[in-house]
């Protein structure tokens, strides 16, 4: 210790400070330096960001001169020594008054209603449901049943629990983790950050990627099952095929299939949680002859491990998220791939998609408390905000391939980078250009492996559409046959088709599948009128395109129904049921919405889409309203029937 009762800094730390620092983004770490060491007068005007995207993504350090880098590298370096000296005292509390000014560093100047939202995803107003049914109703017989031990699952499951309402999870596989178990196809990882698609309530900074692998992310869905002791409360194996709604009881009866011996049983529940997702069923081509194929075949969803692709001849069909990971890896096994385009996707350029955080990035979330917390917001906060209005629709737009100006700034940035990707294959290029706007379909990430892959002599690219499948191979419009050892399907799932196979029967017997008509409705993406008691996560036009991260909504969509439960318990009552003019309420106003947004324009098929052309998928509106409706159901939407 020296004389003045300092710890002296050793040299290995000061190294791998400065060198940290040199490398760190600026726009989270000087909030986050700000918050553990108490000195806010790093947080200078001149350091103030930018955080506005531009078409391809955010200006490099919040748009800062190199001057003022220098400048917020060396505060930053200065405070973090002077902390390690002190013997790295703990941060303050995060109070939310004080944290305001640090979290208006990152965004600018928002409206107060921001608030609640922001300290939410720092991971501090994160304490649970607010309730326990011990306080609420002690004496009351009370039993939830989760369908899906998924992200959205788990995310129920442990609230309930922290509320002390008995539950129990009925998953279908045999472990958690949901479509991160289901699918682990070659290539399998996020497209969004996964410091974004991580609980809010169960940071940690141990990523390895900012771009998860597949296993990284299922490892996490674990860990969290395991260190929350959720597993207790998970019946593995154990498929609903039907649940039907007892009015004179106030329960509901699921029937249970068990997955290993085939035997079936019931179980009763108060209330119904469904987690089963949108992308859990896998879909087809409906080209004729496919079952003829004699050949081994399957979905991306379904990877079969037993084939060795070595040496084959292998047909990808589909150029959507999944085989857009998967033909690369392939690619490096199969003697040939043939790859069906029906339409080119759009392509983000992420130079880092693949790679591994720098080195120095991973010592500052190891070493800097807190540190993760402001970078994951900073992610969140572009997330939110930072694109959405590039997806919007300007009614007076006219200009073919975009819907409005910034669309189509958008248009064209992407079309610059694929025309340099494909420079030296124009051949290609006149074919990986889509027509339809930006965002108008899922949007995927590359950092080259792309075009890359395309150019090799070993892989074809064909766009002519399939008209049959024979025992040797495919055929394309054109009269060619493509004979292939294998056939891999990337065409995705039935996405609209909710709560499938399950028979759902409501009030009267009647039942959810017939009111829906392949229409799927409910209000706020988790309630549906006639089904007192049920409630969906990751619902009817709940999925995300430009408002951020999946996980935010499921964990908003959780609160809603905990909060539902609470007013049920609270008011005695023997359940809960959305009012019918609610429901339409809601939807004047989503599928205005939708229509104002480059997936709802008319003549582009998507996965968003019902049959009938009606976006029943994305969420079209703010992040920020959508958290707000759901901090409490509008008791005015709701009917309450207490038993006689």
């Known amino acids: ?73 060396a505060s930053a370096f200065r405070a973090l020594l002077e902390w390690h000296r002190a013997g790295r005292p703990a941060a303050p509390e995060y109070r939310p008054d004080e944290l305001r000014p640090l979290m208006e560093f990152v965004t600018g100047p928002v409206d107060a209603d921001y608030l609640s939202l922001f300290l939410g995803q720092l991971g501090v107003d994160a304490n649970g449901p607010g309730w326990a049914l011990e306080d609420v109703r002690p004496d009351r017989e009370f039993r939830v049943v989760v369908i899906g031990a998924g992200m959205s699952g788990l995310a129920a499951a442990h609230r309930l629990d922290e509320a002390g309402v008995p539950f129990t999870v009925l998953e279908r596989n045999a472990d958690v983790g949901g479509v991160w178990l289901e699918n682990d196809y070659p290539g399998c990882q996020l497209d969004t950050s996964n410091f974004c698609y991580s609980y809010s309530f169960a940071q940690h900074a141990r990523w390895q990627y900012q771009y998860s692998r597949r296993d990284s992310i299922l490892e996490y869905f674990r860990d969290f099952a395991d260190t929350q002791s959720l597993r207790r409360h998970i019946r593995f194996r154990s498929e609903v095929s039907a649940a039907t709604f007892d009015e004179g009881e106030g329960i509901w009866r699921l029937t249970v299939r068990d997955t290993v011996d085939g035997s079936v049983h019931t179980i009763e529940a108060h209330a119904v949680i469904s987690a089963v997702g949108q992308l859990n069923r896998p879909a087809f081509p409906a080209t004729p002859g496919r079952e003829s194929f004699a050949g081994d075949s399957w979905h991306t969803a379904r990877w079969n491990h037993e084939v060795d692709l070595s040496g084959k001849k292998v047909a990808v069909v589909g150029t959507g998220a999944s085989a857009f990971q998967v033909v690369p890896e392939i690619a490096e096994k199969a003697e040939h791939v043939v790859l ?300 309450l029937h207490r038993a006689e």
């Open 340 to 639: 069906f385009q029906r339409t080119p996707p759009w392509i983000m350029p992420t130079p880092n998609y693949h790679a591994e955080l720098a080195p120095g990035l991973r010592w500052l979330l190891r070493e800097i408390p807190g540190y993760h917390r402001w970078f994951r917001f900073l992610q969140f906060w572009v997330g939110v905000e930072g694109r959405r209005r590039y997806a919007l629709v300007d009614p007076a737009w006219d200009k073919p391939g975009s819907v409005s100006e910034d669309n189509y700034s958008l248009r064209c940035a992407l079309e610059s980078y694929l025309e340099g990707e494909f420079d030296d294959r124009p051949d290609l290029l006149a074919h990986v250009v889509p027509d339809y706007p930006p965002y108008a379909k899922r949007m995927l990430r590359d950092d080259g492996r792309w075009a890359a892959t395309l150019k090799r002599d070993d892989v074809e690219l064909v766009t002519e559409s399939l008209t049959e499948i024979t025992p040797q191979g495919l055929v394309t419009a054109d009269g060619r046959r493509h004979e292939v050892d294998v056939i891999i399907y990337g065409t995705g799932f039935r996405a609209s088709e909710f709560l499938v196979p399950m028979e759902v029967a409501g009030r009267g017997g009647v039942r959810l599948h017939d009111i829906w008509d392949g229409e799927p409705r409910a209000n706020v993406g988790i309630t549906v009128p006639g089904f007192p008691n049920l409630f969906l996560l990751y619902g009817p036009n709940t999925n995300l395109v430009v408002n951020g991260s999946i996980v935010l909504f499921s964990e908003a969509e959780v609160d809603y129904v905990m909060a539902c439960l609470r007013r049920l318990l609270e008011a005695d009552a023997h359940t809960i049921d959305c009012r019918p003019d609610a429901l339409e309420s809601f939807y004047e106003r989503v599928d205005a919405a939708s229509a104002a947004m480059a997936f709802g324009v008319k003549g582009v098929h998507n996965w968003y889409k019902s049959s009938s052309g009606r976006v029943s998928q994305n969420w079209p509106l703010s992040t920020l309203e959508f958290w707000q409706r759901t901090r409490e159901p509008d008791p005015s939407e709701y009917i």
């Open 1 to 73: 210790m020296g004389d003045d009762g300092s710890i002296p800094v050793d040299a290995n730390f000061e190294e791998q400070l400065r060198s940290a620092v040199k490398v760190a983004e600026l726009p989270s770490l000087l909030p986050a330096v700000a918050h553990l060491t108490g000195n806010h007068e790093i947080l200078r005007d001149e350091l103030r960001p930018g955080v506005h995207p531009t078409p391809l993504g955010l200006e490099p350090q919040g748009g800062l001169s190199s001057e003022a880098q220098e400048l917020g590298r």
